[in-house]
């Protein structure tokens, strides 16, 4: 591979191979790494999720 768009179902392009993420710097663009594949996020910011929710690590969590 060249790119991430160059392999399957969210995994990232490293040193010419195909391998799941490690972390976020493996995804391209807003990706973020989660459980192994380069994913959008559902949230960027805590405006983004429905009320009594907030915005961590890319998803809307209830607010405690």
Do not use: F, H, L
């Not at 807003?30 to 959008?40: A, E, K, M, P, T």
């Amino acid at each position: 591979c060249e790119e991430k768009a160059d392999c399957p179902n969210g995994e990232a392009c490293r040193n010419g191979r195909c391998i799941d993420c490690v972390d976020n710097n493996d995804c391209t663009g807003d990706d973020i790494c989660r459980n192994g594949s380069c994913i959008q996020p559902e949230c960027r910011n805590n405006s983004d999720c429905p009320r009594r929710r907030r915005c961590r690590g890319g998803r809307c969590v209830r607010k405690d």
